[in-house]
């Protein structure tokens, strides 16, 4: 197993010192091979805690640290090629994307405005904006449609997801190198929103290398208008070449709300907001994953499944005292629950949850709305 792993981290460092391009294939096949040894392990061991244990372990951790190696080197690369490689980002090619259970509207950031002279618009209601994350594009995402489907059901908000055209769906390394001028657009468009909309009622939310632009965006807002975004949830933020200035951050917005599925792997371990929501503690792994995809996209599963109503309360986190405390999964502090908007926020506090392998994953969740076979939320004409 150690020597396999070995050679997995020789060919991965070979890949990614001689063409960068190469990095999209590369954690496809990172994410791939991790899949498939958990496939094996999963036949062999007598029960799904012991899996869990066993993969965390033998595979989950020592990828941790290939991952740490790959960042380094990546983040080096990308210093020393600079902006040379790739072409600039066309911001009339960024939009929003209005969805309501039946349509799709699509508005050029500069034109924002007019999202008013829609009858779909409900200038009073909240306004999410949704940032996928790597090779989605706005019409073939995952995540959006299970976050348009929540907000639809619940039917309080006008829901925009971000089209950010072909931008995130290249290698990885561009999609890395892209996220600043996406969120420059974004930025953008928050300006535009503002005239026609109070900002307190914007909230943004970003998967993996979404959670990156929706914090950059925030801080380009600020340095726009003086003002500060209120609400920012980051999900699963992307850890693999991302400067430290890239990622999304406490001074994003009045809240920066994190939560963290696949610590080290393909998720950021450090505390990034306000408020750290850890969902396995730091092991690689989500419970019931067995592999880095699953597990990095179980922040967006645990968020919609939060979503529906009836389950406000359906994922409350114990406070933990310190980062070792996370470590030792030793987290008995105070409560909060997912999402929860009465935090009194003083600098950031870290947070373990207690999941179920299964849907429904919160422990108080009680609304089975998000099940697959529900109508809510999608067009029923
Ligand atoms: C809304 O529509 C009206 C009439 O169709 C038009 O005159 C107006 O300019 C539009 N407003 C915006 C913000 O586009
Ligand atoms: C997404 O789908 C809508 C409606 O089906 C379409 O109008 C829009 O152009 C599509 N956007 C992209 C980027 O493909």
Not at 129 to 150: E, L, P, R, Y
Not at 178 to 195: F, H, P, R, V, Y
Request: aromatic share 8%; with cysteine; hydrophobic share 40%.
């Amino acid at each position: 197993m150690s020597c396999s792993l070995v050679r997995l981290n020789t060919v991965i460092l070979l890949l990614v010192l001689f063409n960068t391009g190469v990095e999209a294939g590369l954690i496809n096949i990172f994410a791939g091979v991790v899949n498939m040894v958990a496939k094996v392990l999963s036949n062999f061991a007598p029960s799904s805690e012991t899996v869990s244990y066993a993969t965390n372990m033998v595979i989950g951790y020592p990828l941790t640290a290939v991952a740490s190696v790959v960042d380094k080197i990546c983040t080096i690369g990308l210093g020393i090629k600079g902006h040379m490689l790739w072409g600039e980002v066309d911001l009339t090619h960024i939009k929003f994307q209005l969805r309501t259970a039946c349509s799709k509207y699509t508005y050029s950031l500069r034109d924002a405005r007019k999202l008013l002279n829609n009858s779909d618009f409900h200038p009073s209601r909240k306004v999410v904006i949704v940032v996928s994350g790597w090779t989605q594009t706005v019409n073939n995402s995952d995540t959006i449609d299970k976050m348009a489907k929540v907000f639809n059901c619940r039917g309080d908000v006008n829901f925009l997801a971000l089209d950010m055209d072909q931008y995130l769906a290249t290698f990885y390394i561009w999609a890395v190198q892209n996220t600043d001028s996406i969120a420059l657009g974004l930025a953008q468009g928050l300006t535009m929103l503002k005239e026609v909309i109070p900002i307190e009622n914007v909230q943004l939310i970003g998967h993996s290398l979404g959670a990156h632009i929706v914090g950059r965006a925030g801080r380009y807002f600020t340095e726009k208008t003086g003002e500060k975004l209120p609400y920012i949830t980051g999900l699963d933020p992307a850890k693999t070449c991302l400067a430290a200035e890239q990622r999304i951050g406490r001074g994003d917005a009045h809240k920066v709300e994190i939560i963290h599925s696949n610590p080290g792997v393909l998720g950021i371990a450090e505390p990034l907001g306000h408020i750290d929501l850890y969902a396995s503690f730091l092991r690689p792994f989500a419970n019931g994953c067995m592999g880095v995809i699953c597990s990095h996209m179980r922040a967006v599963d645990y968020y919609v499944e939060f979503l529906y109503p009836g389950n406000e309360r359906g994922f409350i986190a114990k406070r933990c005292a310190s980062w070792q405390h996370l470590r030792a999964e030793q987290c008995t502090g105070q409560n909060y629950a997912m999402g929860s908007k009465d935090y009194h926020i003083r600098g950031g506090s870290i947070f373990a949850l207690d999941l179920n392998p299964r849907p429904p994953y919160g422990r108080g969740s009680i609304s089975q709305c998000g099940a697959r076979r529900s109508n809510c939320g999608l067009c029923q004409r």
